[in-house]
């Protein structure tokens, strides 16, 4: 919240026929700033280039605000998000992250979940 007030962590939503159909973060304080995160397009809009919209969104504010490289991390198990990234010219940096964390479930129980993920890169120059 502190950073969405500051403008250093900026939510993004797109929307088709006035339903919201996706969204992402753009972070410029993380440890690989600037970094795009959590991209997520509703099942029901994937396929049309909803994902595509907001990851060039992320790009251009990204080299608005003066960077030349935009980073993000994906689970080294996300195939169609990896071919996603690599259409849109991202390339893996070689280094990974493994985080764990806790989420709830569709039954409403919390669960411990360990993620590994490949962070990749994209120049913001030609
Ligand atoms: C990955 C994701 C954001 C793609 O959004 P999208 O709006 O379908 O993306 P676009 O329409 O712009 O591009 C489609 C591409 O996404 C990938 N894709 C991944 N899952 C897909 C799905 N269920 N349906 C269609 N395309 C999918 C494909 O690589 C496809 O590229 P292709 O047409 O060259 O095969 C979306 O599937 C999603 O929200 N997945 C769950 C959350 C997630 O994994 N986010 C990424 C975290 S790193």
Known sequence: MKHQAAGTVIYAAAWCKHQPAGTVVLDLVSNHTPELKHLFVQESARGAGVGTTLCAWTETYAALA?????????????????????????????????????????????????????????????
């Open 66 to 126: 003066g960077f030349d490289k935009l980073y993000l991390s994906v689970g080294t198990d996300n195939d169609g998000a990896r071919r996603l990234y690599e259409r849109l010219g991202f390339i893996p940096t070689g280094r990974s992250t493994t985080t764990t964390y806790q989420y709830v479930d569709d039954d409403g129980q919390k669960q411990w979940a360990t993620e590994t993920d490949d962070v990749f890169e994209r120049s913001l120059v030609d």
